[in-house]
């Protein structure tokens, strides 16, 4: 079945580091792939999104780029600030109605 | 902006008790989701619907069950209520296109006592 596989975190960086959270999918076809990210005590909000290969997506400086070849949809960020402090999920979507959504990875960045 | 929106933020509900989680979205979307989130487990698909009336059970469904019968509204209901219930529950809807994201409400911290 379709499945998500991301980074174990936690992750802790010092702020103005690289970021890279891996993430690989399972599933036939062509899905949907996203990334979300969750503050705490919140709700999920998406953060980025490409819906085919070789498509990237970003927003607020993340950026992460859709790999049929490897089966993967690495997040990215060049330089992370202490407000991007939070838990990142790496989710699917395939021709069905379901999400299927990784573990999640929490991220710390200290100043 | 699309708002999905849960009804209570925390809850504390006693063990046997029958619970209800409320999730409204406004924007006409016709799959909602109920999921919970445990530490270690990421999310958890509970229950989906797809329209009115229309329901699937998710990966974890025992002990839970669902109403739809607005389009808009999406209930969770707890039967009755026991200490493994605690958890965050996160209500979600999209729209059918595959290529769409989920929108997901605020979430509930419920505890059960």
């Known amino acids: 079945g379709d499945s998500v596989t991301q980074m174990e975190g936690p992750v802790t960086l010092s702020e103005e580091a690289f970021l890279t959270i891996n993430c690989t999918y399972t599933?036939?076809?062509?899905?949907?792939l996203f990334w979300y990210v969750q503050y705490p005590g919140e709700g999920l909000q998406l953060l980025l999104k490409?819906?085919?290969?070789?498509d990237k997506g970003s927003n607020k400086g993340f950026e992460a780029t859709y790999r049929k070849e490897t089966t993967s949809f690495h997040l990215e960020k060049g330089s992370v600030q202490v407000s991007d402090s939070a838990v990142y999920f790496c989710?699917?979507?395939?021709?069905?109605?379901?999400?299927?959504f990784g573990t999640g990875t929490s991220l710390t960045v200290i100043p | 902006d699309v708002k999905v929106t849960q009804s209570s933020r925390y809850l504390v509900k006693r063990t046997g008790e029958k619970v209800f989680l409320e999730c409204v979205q406004d924007?006409?979307?016709?799959?909602m989701f109920w999921y919970r989130q445990d530490p270690g487990l990421g999310l958890r698909l509970i229950y989906f619907s797809y329209d009115v009336k229309m329901k699937e059970k998710g990966d974890i469904p025992e002990g839970y069950s669902v109403s739809r019968e607005k389009k808009e509204r999406f209930s969770l209901i707890l039967e009755s209520a026991s200490t493994n219930q605690t958890s965050m529950y996160l209500c979600?809807?999209?729209?059918?296109?595959?290529?769409?994201?989920?929108?997901f409400g605020q979430g509930t911290r419920l505890t059960v006592v």
């Open positions: 599933a036939t076809g062509y899905p949907s």
């Open positions: 989710a699917l979507r395939n021709t069905g109605n379901q999400f299927y």
């Open positions: 979600a809807s999209s729209l059918i296109q595959v290529n769409t994201e989920a929108f």
């Open positions: 490409a819906t085919k290969a070789d």
């Open positions: 924007m006409d979307h016709e799959n």
